[in-house]
């Protein structure tokens, strides 16, 4: 499994994989070919029908648009993880049947069912109160424990709110936070990768000095485009966090606000990101992470934007 960069995984891990992998390589004509673009495995968020619960459907859908693996977002009203008996093993149904790997799950950012208008905080794992922390990590765990009844590769977390400033004590906070996570899910076949988002705790410099000063060698990033472009730009946040990236977040935006949008429906130069994300050591699938819009249909949209960004 050397193409995706992760030896060492275990039992079922590889046997999914090793499907995934014929069909990667197929996907890849010129990979005998030295120095040929190899190309990248399509895959999709739930994120794009966040305001619905996710049911066979929808996932029969992200397929039909051509996406190859799957990344769902934790939200409860979503996908409601901790009913495992019922929401759960629909889904987890769907997967086993279809043969479509789940790779990621994004890490709720809220604990209740209605994006915190109930009152609940947002989850955030750089708080520095202990008991809200630890309160976040539970909520995480929940979701990490999706992994039992439906395997998947990669957590993907935030550290912070958005726009959050920076202090010592929060950055501590959050590598206390993520070294337990990373101990729960390692079990569970899970890696923990940071994202970049708009805030000074997940800056490229900041995720990098995480990496080296906690030593946590399982502990990837997740590339977001659309933030990248927002805070500095692609090319120079793409090189700074290049051996690290295991997966991404693909979408657009106009630099004003992160808006989610189809890549070409912002300002970032999609050939050039492009190129640069086929440079990445260890292989991530472009993963596209969009909002919603009732006006576009995800399968016809999904199918242009793979058959312009993916060359088959
Ligand atoms: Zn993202």
Known sequence: MGCFGLPGGNAFDSLLWSGLASKVRSARPSSGRPGAIQT??????????????????????????GAQTIEI?????????????????????????????????HAPLYADYEWGRTGS?????????????????????????????????FLIQHIGLPNE?????????????????RAFAKPLGVRVLLENIPNDLSSPERLLEFIRVTHFGDVGVCFDTGHA????????????????????????????????LWPGAGTINWKETLELLNTAPHRPPLLLEIDGDEKINPVEKMNEIFGQLVPA
């Open 40 to 65: 990248m495995l399509k895959a999709i968020s739930t994120y794009i029908y966040v305001r619905e619960r996710l049911h066979p459907g929808l996932l029969d859908k992200l397929v039909s648009g």
């Open 73 to 105: 977002f934790g939200a409860r009203q979503h996908l409601d993880y901790a009913n495992r008996k019922q929401h759960v093993r629909e889904i987890a149904d769907w997967f086993r049947t279809s043969g479509v790997p789940l790779h990621s799950v």
């Open 121 to 153: 905080p947002p989850i955030n794992i750089a708080s520095t109160d202990r008991a809200a922390r630890i309160e976040a990590m539970d909520e995480i765990k929940r979701a990490i424990e999706l992994a039992e009844q439906i395997p998947f590769r």
């Open 165 to 181: 400033s920076y202090s010592e004590h929060k950055f501590e906070a959050a590598m206390t936070s993520v070294e337990h996570l």
């Open 229 to 260: 472009h927002m805070v500095s730009d692609v090319p120079q946040t793409f090189e700074s966090l290049k051996n690290h990236i295991h997966s991404t977040h693909v979408h657009d935006n106009a630099k004003d606000r992160d808006s989610h």
